[in-house]
């Protein structure tokens, strides 16, 4: 799956960013990243793995990078390799799944290798999916 630009609103619902080890040199930021949770109105929910290269020096190779989601519905995907220049925040976004309003949801995790290292973050545990919330 290749890599698409992240523009987040409130169906969004994301875990805390993951530094990267393979990334951070004295004076350089190097690569975050996290996993997220989006659900649309009508019960669909598809997870993303979002990558942000808060270097501003270094393009970064992104070899490999996958989503685990709602497994037993098809909600995987492995990423394709990228590369993400400073500055830039992409996400990989695995099927939207249909799992009804009001589901609850597994929580997404995703994995992303650079430099031959490969390292998780997770997303929230649950989510219920609008219009649960009204």
Wanted: charged share 15%; net charge negative; hydrophobic share 35%.
């Amino acid at each position: 799956m290749g890599w698409k630009i992240v523009d987040t609103n409130s169906y969004w619902e994301c875990g805390d960013y993951v530094k990267h080890t393979r990334t951070f040199t004295p004076g350089d930021f190097g690569i975050n990243f996290k996993a997220c949770t989006v659900v649309n109105s009508v019960g669909g929910a598809q997870a993303v793995l979002v990558v942000q290269n808060a270097s501003g020096l270094n393009p970064w190779i992104l070899q490999k990078g996958r989503v685990v989601f709602e497994s037993q519905s098809e909600g995987d995907v492995w990423c394709a390799e990228s590369t993400l220049n400073p500055g830039f925040t992409r996400g990989c976004y695995a099927p939207t799944v249909q799992k009804g309003t009001c589901a609850t949801l597994d929580a997404p995790r995703v994995e992303l290798t650079i430099g031959g290292r490969t390292e998780v973050a997770y997303g929230d545990y649950y989510l219920m999916t609008p219009p649960c919330w009204d």
